[in-house]
């Protein structure tokens, strides 16, 4: 079973930054897109970023800009560094397999925005 272990998330003021860090168990999650995904209270799971294996991104039109993928196959290691943060980015951040999230859901890591 591949685990991922996500972290980085915490209180921050509108504004502000955060770097989120998704770890997989797989030495094999090179060869995969990976995408950062976001869930708030009440809504449903949205993904906000992802990258190939080769280098490649893509995101949602509400974090253009200001959130930027990227990943460290040595390191089975995919980042999402979050600057100009706004208060409806408040959410839990899950990483997975993009486009389709075949994986196990890790416990996700909370970002607060919030003065």
């Known amino acids: 079973q591949v685990q991922l272990v996500e972290s980085g998330g915490g209180l921050v003021q509108p504004g502000g930054s955060l770097r989120l860090s998704c770890v997989a168990s797989v030495s094999i999650f090179n060869i995969f897109t990976m995408g950062w995904y976001r869930q708030a209270p009440g809504k449903q799971r949205e993904m906000v970023a992802a990258?190939?294996?080769?280098?490649?991104?893509n995101y949602a039109d509400s974090v253009k800009g200001r959130f930027t993928i990227s990943r460290d196959n040595a390191k089975n290691t995919v980042y999402l560094q979050m600057n100009t943060l706004k208060p409806e980015d408040t959410a839990v951040y899950y990483c997975?397999?993009?486009?389709?999230?075949?994986?196990?859901w890790g416990q996700g890591t909370q970002v607060t925005v919030s003065s």
């Open positions: 997975n397999r993009h486009p389709i999230a075949t994986m196990n």
């Open positions: 990258i190939t294996s080769g280098g490649g991104t």
